[in-house]
């Protein structure tokens, strides 16, 4: 099975961070709008299944 940790947009919390929890990370996706771009982050787990924004690495 494909997982997020396998996703060119899965950054793992470093261990120093306030929100470290081993295997966590933040799926980092860029948007692009008539505003311009952005960036959407949103917790994940490195053992999470992928989703649709699946890139590989
Ligand atoms: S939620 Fe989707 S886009 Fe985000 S890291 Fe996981 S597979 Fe990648």
Redo the contacts with the bound molecule.
């Keep these: 099975m494909t997982t997020?940790k396998d996703?060119a947009?899965?950054f793992s919390i470093p261990e120093d961070a306030d929100d470290f929890e081993k295997s966590k990370g933040d799926?980092v996706?860029q948007k692009d709008d008539e505003k311009g771009r952005y960036w959407l982050s949103k917790p994940?787990f490195e053992n999470?299944q992928?989703?649709g924004?699946?890139?590989k690495r």
Excluded: W, Y
């Design positions: 997020c996703c947009f899965f799926c996706t994940v999470d992928c989703c924004a699946f890139h």
